[in-house]
T-cell receptor
Framework: AQSVTQLGSHVSVSEGALVLLRCNYS??????LFWYVQYPNQGLQLLLKYTSAATLVKGINGFEAEFKKSETSFHLTKPSAHMSDAAEYFC????????????FGQGTRLTINP | KAGVTQTPRYLIKTRGQQVTLSCSPISGHRSVSWYQQTPGQGLQFLFEYFSETQRNKGNFPGRFSGRQFSNSRSEMNVSTLELGDSALYLCASMPSPSGSTDTQYFGPGTRLTVL
């Protein structure tokens, strides 16, 4: 069964520092992978998705993620953190072709220190 | 284009009651999925509807049910509420579950508190 594991339930970085949020997946078939962000009292917003077209995926707000099959990873990065990046981030895998059913990681809460 | 809307945004119920939550998908979207978000269990898939038919169901008891109308609007119902049903219920829509890599667009959620 497909699953995702997010390493670190809480990550704290300084403003302007590199953001690295880790996600490892388990899938018996080529996966579709997603990163979503959730701001307080809001729903989920898609940051980016991997659909096998390119291993380096660029998303919104300066985020990107690299799909590494050999490491079964899909880590999310941003070169320079901004205060507005403080939120909870979820990695997810689609358990079928497309995105009808998403299996989410436990989430990583990102805190930005001034 | 308007996003996914969910009503009500907040709800307080007592144990044993039942509740109905509503979701209106993005115009033109015909697939609607529901998720439960709790601090302990995280985000869990409840069910998915397309063309008024339930296509997928998560591992939840039969107290959780849903339906979809011909205009693609969806409702979910929870009967005999338990304290553990307190959660944020998220609805997501996409054009169709055709096997494409379409994105699921999420609504703001309904915060249910069971006392």
């Amino acid at each position: 069964a497909q699953s995702v594991t997010q390493l670190g339930s809480h990550v704290s970085v300084s403003e302007g520092a590199l953001v690295l949020l880790r996600c490892n997946y388990s899938s018996s078939v080529p996966p579709y992978l997603f990163w979503y962000v959730q701001y307080p009292n809001q729903g989920l917003q898609l940051l980016l998705k991997y659909t096998s077209a390119a291993t380096l995926v660029k998303g919104i707000n300066g985020f990107e993620a690299e799909f590494k099959k050999s490491e079964t990873s899909f880590h999310l990065t941003k070169p320079s953190a901004h205060m507005s990046d403080a939120a909870e981030y979820f990695c997810a895998v689609s358990v079928s072709q497309g995105a009808q059913k998403l299996v989410f990681g436990q989430g990583t809460r990102l805190t930005i220190n001034p | 284009k308007a996003g996914v809307t969910q009503t009500p945004r907040y709800l307080i119920k007592t144990r044993g009651q039942q509740v109905t939550l509503s979701c209106s998908p993005i115009s033109g979207h015909r697939s609607v999925s529901w998720y439960q978000q709790t601090p302990g269990q995280g985000l869990q898939f409840l069910f998915e509807y397309f063309s008024e038919t339930q296509r997928n169901k998560g591992n939840f008891p039969g107290r959780f049910s849903g339906r979809q109308f011909s205009n693609s609007r969806s409702e979910m119902n929870v009967s005999t509420l338990e304290l553990g049903d307190s959660a944020l219920y998220l609805c997501a829509s996409m054009p169709s579950p055709s096997g494409s890599t379409d994105t699921q667009y999420f609504g703001p959620g309904t915060r249910l508190t069971v006392l």
